[in-house]
């Protein structure tokens, strides 16, 4: 492996906070140092040639992207009941008509 | 109606069970009452399921007992992972991020089993978010082994795995992305049926690897997944992926004259221990006695597929589950300040599981900027020569033979705490599936194993679209091996 795929810690707990996880200190270092063994063990397949060869994102069809599926008519179809997704919700307005999120615009991030 | 003694339900496979139901020699009302009391009372032994509906299978029961039309699973009780949905049914992926969520519809594949008649009596423990390989990483404990309840009884599909092979049910659903039918079928003696990418819906399937996953069926005899598939198979129109081709017909084989199976030495090696190498070898031996003609052959990549599959798999996940953030569904966790970053944070942190966070960000770094080239990009090009390795094998033989896993079932916790050996486990079923290409896995002889007699497992591996012709070899493989007839000593364990 060469120095450019080496794998930094700092790097991984940016990739945590990317994704969103709000690891504690001791959480991040245990789970940063998991990630990076296993890449470091992963880190065999660079050796494979590929040259010339085109990534596979999906191995049915053309191996490439999946080819445009049939799209049907543009015709309205009945969707779930709204009521039925609402009440799945952590949180709604009291009369079910609408979701309640966090406050997200005026807040730092 | 002469009604037979109430356990004898537990030995029959889905086709003779709805067969008797059809015929009116059996009360489905009777078989369906037995099967939830049979699964309520050994839930503390094996911890298959994560949520138990015997009332709304009951009430279904009551409603197939007099109905007009019988299809071909009436009245068949079958159990389903927690991450296909069931409505009404809670299907958490056993992850705290999806505690008390019930599903508003149902998938695809479940609806298909349900209009031919089968009762769903509940949703399955799992590794979360089909994340695992022994079954230990649900949130909600581990799922025992029922033929040894010191073991893992595989994963990701653990539960039904096991629910199948505790005779709660004859048959059951799993999704199988790296292995997680195959895998659990081999450890738990069991037939699994991995089908094409695409060839079953997946509407209705939490997505973990979308180009990978596939919604597939694990029974006690090859003819009930056959039939499942059968029933599950063909075009959605709520999956743009779903294969428009219909599935091959033909009868079942009686023998393998004419056939070519391709054994990769690379497989057989795999294998760790003798008694293991030996089961295969009988297998091998039945293939060669029913007619088949056996040829040695190469896949040299086979040794990459672990590492190239979760740089792939991982990358679609952490793109997959970011939709989990406790904003419309699911557990929302208190924030240390009320802004929705730090909302979405600390729900995805205390919702979230160890393993998933890991392969979380693992699937990040891989496609995150700087790195992308050298993991994600490099491991699909690698893809593609798996893929052309199996091309060429198609040239020398019309289907491959291989063990389904390196070792028998593990001890629960035995590698818990190391995820590159848990990985390991998935080293003969992950190339298959970076390829696409359908797989039955059968049972071969039990070997003894740490003091005990453990299940084996092999699997046949067809051309993509040849879904039958891997069921038909794998059939007659049985048959010869006389492992047709497996049963867990738990089949004998009264409720």
């Not at chain 2, 799922?143 to 010191?150: M, S, V």
């Not at chain 2, 794998?474 to 497996?486: F, H, K, R």
């Amino acid at each position: 492996m060469t120095d450019s795929h080496s794998v930094r810690i700092p790097d991984l707990r940016n990739a945590a906070h990317l994704a969103r996880l709000d690891l504690a200190e001791e959480e991040a270092v245990v789970l940063c140092g998991e990630v990076a063994r296993i890449l470091e063990h992963f880190a065999a397949l660079q050796a494979v040639p590929v040259a010339g060869v085109e990534p596979c994102y999906t191995a049915v069809g053309t191996r490439g992207l999946p080819p445009a599926p049939d799209l049907r008519e543009d015709e309205a179809q009945a969707s779930l009941p709204r009521a039925a997704l609402l009440g799945l919700a952590p949180q709604t307005q009291a009369d079910d008509e609408f979701y309640i999120v966090p406050k997200a615009i005026g807040v730092a991030p | 109606m002469t009604r037979p003694t109430p356990n004898t339900w537990l030995h029959l496979d889905a086709t003779q069970l709805a067969h008797e139901h059809r015929s009116g020699a059996r009360s489905v009302v009777d078989t369906i009452a037995a099967c939830c009391a049979r699964s309520q009372r050994l839930q503390p032994r094996w911890n298959a399921f994560l949520a138990l509906d015997c009332e709304r299978a009951l009430a279904r029961a009551h409603t197939l007992e007099h109905a007009a039309t019988r299809g071909r699973l009436h009245g068949v009780p079958i159990a389903v992972k927690a991450n296909l949905a069931v409505e009404g049914l809670e299907s958490s992926c056993a992850s705290r991020m999806l505690v008390g969520w019930r599903a508003p519809y149902t998938a695809t594949a479940v609806a298909r089993l349900e209009a031919e008649g089968a009762v769903v009596i509940g949703t399955t423990n799992m590794d979360e978010y089909a994340m695992g390989s022994s079954g230990e990483s649900s949130a909600f404990g581990p799922t025992h082994n029922p033929w040894d309840e010191a073991r893992a009884p595989g994963g990701s599909s653990s539960g039904s795995a096991a629910a199948v092979a505790g005779h709660l049910v004859p048959l059951a659903l799993g999704s199988d992305t790296g292995g997680s039918v195959r895998q659990p079928a081999a450890w738990c003696g069991l037939a699994g049926f991995k089908p094409t990418w695409g060839r079953i819906s997946r509407y209705g399937l939490v997505a973990y690897a979308s180009s990978l996953d596939c919604v597939a069926p694990l029974a006690r005899s090859m003819r009930d997944l056959d039939l499942a598939l059968d029933i599950m198979a063909g075009p959605d129109a709520r999956d743009a992926t779903c294969s428009p081709t219909a599935l091959h017909e033909s009868a079942p084989f009686k023998d393998l004259q004419g056939l070519v199976l391709g054994v990769p030495h690379e497989w057989r090696a795999a294998l760790s221990d003798g008694p293991s190498r030996a089961a295969f070898e009988a297998c091998v031996e039945a293939a060669r006695a029913a007619g088949a003609r056996i040829v040695e052959l190469s896949l040299p990549l086979t040794r990459h597929a672990v590492s190239c599959y979760y740089l792939l798999a991982t990358v679609e996940a952490a793109s997959n589950l970011a939709r989990f953030d406790g904003l419309r569904y699911g557990v929302r966790a208190a924030a240390h300040s009320s802004s929705l970053a730090a909302s979405i944070s600390s729900s995805r942190t205390q919702g979230f599981g160890a393993e998933v966070k890991r392969r979380i960000v693992l699937g990040t770094y891989a496609l995150s900027a700087g790195h992308a080239e050298a993991w994600h990009t490099h491991a699909a090009k690698v893809r593609t020569l798996v893929c052309r390795e199996f091309d060429e094998a198609w040239g020398a033989c019309d289907a491959l033979l291989g063990p389904t896993t390196p070792f028998p079932a593990i001890r629960l916790g035995e590698r818990s705490n190391d995820p590159l050996s848990l990985y390991a486990c998935d080293a003969l079923t992950t190339p298959v599936s970076l390829a696409g290409l359908p797989a039955a896995a059968l049972r071969t002889p039990l070997v003894e194993h740490e003091g005990g007699q453990l299940p084996t497992g092999a699997q046949v591996v067809t051309p993509h679209g040849a879904d039958r012709l891997a069921l038909r070899i794998a059939e007659v493989l049985e048959t010869q091996l006389g492992t047709q007839a497996l049963r867990s000593p738990a089949a004998e364990v009264q409720a």
